[in-house]
């Protein structure tokens, strides 16, 4: 059996509704490592349109907070539902632009789609998949600059970026490891990326004395009171 580009965009459509009608039928977040901080920003945004009690980014938190703010609570499952959607399709392109063709482009589109985090955070607060998707797109993005070379693909990657940023801080290690793999034409780069990516995390959130209490959150926030 052939697997083709469209018919694998079918599949991935098939089971995007198939989960975004599981959240709709059970629309109760899930407790496990729930963010409650990122949770009463989402409720801050809902209520007053700001989010002014602490210093984390505002992207995650301002949509869950729009989301209960058009359709109440219940519907965050829904809308996170939407993001896994996105991740789907986002690892899809990305396989795509990387060359990669059939069978494995399948498997490699619902390797991301099935791993559990990613589906068990559908239906729990956490900012793990908004993460996921903005990465994957950013990559994408990067692939589709390399390739075409036209303006689109700028405006694109810069959007990409400039959303990562907004919702995940940390990401900003990951931009100029990337562009230079890019540059490096090697279709591997993402591996190689995600390993630099996570050994500076790992290496700055190990070291308080150099990014007091927060660690890396506070590159972002400057001098604050935490």
């Known amino acids: 059996m052939t697997f083709s580009p469209k018919k694998i965009a079918i599949l991935l459509t098939g ?8 959240a709709l039928l059970r629309n109760n977040l899930h407790p496990s490592f729930f963010l409650k901080l990122l949770y009463d920003d989402a409720k801050e945004f809902a209520a007053k349109g700001t989010i002014t009690q602490d210093f984390m980014p ?3 938190s301002g949509f869950v907070g729009a989301c209960v703010k058009v359709g109440g609570e219940g519907s965050i499952p829904a809308c996170q539902a939407l993001i896994y959607s996105g991740i789907l399709f986002a690892a899809f392109v990305f396989l795509y632009l990387a060359g990669i063709r059939g069978a494995w482009l399948l ?3 619902l390797g991301a789609g099935f791993h559990p985090l990613v589906l068990l955070n559908v239906w729990r607060i ?15 993005c990067g692939l589709w600059y390399m390739k075409s070379k036209n303006g689109w693909s ?10 990562m940023l907004v919702a995940r801080v940390n990401t900003i290690l990951l931009i100029l490891p990337a562009m230079f793999l890019l540059r490096k034409k090697t279709i591997l780069f993402l591996a190689s990326t995600a390993l630099v990516f996570m050994a500076v995390n790992m290496a700055i959130k190990q070291t308080p004395f150099f990014f007091p209490s ?13």
């Open 58 to 60: 505002i992207g995650y």
């Open 214 to 226: 927060h660690g890396y959150y506070n590159l972002f926030s400057g001098a604050n009171e935490y």
């Open 15 to 22: 089971l995007s509704i198939i989960v975004f009608a599981g």
């Open 154 to 163: 700028i405006v694109a990657w810069g959007a990409i970026t400039g959303l």
């Open 107 to 109: 498997l490699g589109t």
């Open 126 to 140: 956490h900012d793990g998949n908004p993460t996921v998707l903005l990465v994957l797109g950013f990559l994408a």
